[in-house]
């Protein structure tokens, strides 16, 4: 069992907060991580829990009246709402029970997208939740648990593999890939095309392939519109679905000129790999493939991610691009000084482009390879 960072925090925000809400994608295990949280600290606590995957509950949470929900909760000191997207009116349930309790009573949420729970609750509840994004399992917990040495040996596995807790645990890659293609086909885009009303899936899912062959390029939202014969308005709206469901993220460009970074195209990686390299249908060894640049720079991208939102680390991340395809990985601002990062499989030497210092002259630089990458990442 790989212990998560978050559980701490959790257990420090309970009763300091009246909404705790936990989101990111399915089978990570955040309800695992609830129930041990409430079982292991707040044994003299009177819980109840609610799942939003049951009818009933839905039923039961969706009412705007207390009068019937009351019958449940009056008594209890923590309530627990599992999978709370899928209850349309999650929004104004929670703000019913704060004004009617205040203080009195914990919630604690969780979601496996962010569709209707952060649209609709950050207006009413702002000054009221916090929110955790609990990723999958991240390079610097599992080299808590296990060996450094160990964390290195495996890096392949991750790079094809991903973090999913249950394929993390298996054995042979064989099983791994069994799990991962039933995770695909049952859950992976359940919510977006069950609630959102997807006319069309092949689309979708035609989107989500065409993004998996750009990893680490420049996307280019008319591009991709011609190509699935749609506009571009649904393009975007599918790519914020499939933002919203944890399965991609963008990265956008930085500019000297701020005005200018909106009117031009963003890079978008995958929150797991595995999602990626299923989708293009390539589960191969790294010895055998093409792409391992775009993989290991998606792989430090996304892992620095995690340990920053982790350690409450406030920046902005962009990447460079010139019109002379001169170009710089990865870039972190933090107030105004500018750290970049080149991603190299092998250990090579480049050198900051004397065009992105003319705009950027202070900025610290380091190349991240095989050698380093532990130490950019924990």
Known sequence: ????????????????????????????????????????????????????DYIEDRELLNNNSLTKLELFIKD??????????????????LKIL?????????????????????DLTSEPLTWRKIIFNM???????????????ETDTNLENFLIF??????????????KIQILKELANSSLYRDILEFQQIRNSDIILKLLKLLALQIGAEVSITELANKLWVDTKTVDRYIDLLMKSYIIFKLPPIFKNKRKELSKQNKIFFYDLWIRNIIINNMSSLENRTDIWWLWENFLILERMKNNSYNSKF?????????????????????????????????????LPNWFLESFPNTNFEIINKENYLEFIL
């Open 98 to 118: 704060i004004d009617k309790y205040k203080k009195e009573k914990q919630i604690i949420v969780t979601g496996s997208s962010s569709i209707n729970i952060l």
């Open 162 to 175: 991903g973090w999913y807790p249950d394929v993390i645990n298996s054995e042979s890659n064989d099983e």
């Open 135 to 149: 990723f999958n399992i991240s390079l610097s917990e599992y080299s808590q648990t296990f060996w450094i040495r």
């Open 1 to 52: 069992m790989i212990k998560r960072i978050l559980e701490n925090k959790i257990i420090d925000k309970i009763f300091g907060w009246k909404i705790i809400m936990i989101l990111w994608a399915r089978q990570i295990w955040k309800t695992t991580l609830v129930e041990n949280v409430l079982k292991n600290n707040f044994k003299n606590k009177n819980i109840i829990s609610f799942n939003g």
């Open 315 to 351: 920046l902005n991340s962009y990447f460079w691009r010139n019109y002379n395809k001169q170009e710089v990985d990865y870039i972190e601002e933090i107030w105004e000084q500018i750290n970049a990062y080149e991603f190299k499989w092998w250990k090579k030497n480049p050198k």
């Open 76 to 93: 209890k000191d923590i309530i627990f709402i599992d999978e709370a997207q899928k209850i349309v009116n999650i929004w104004n349930t």
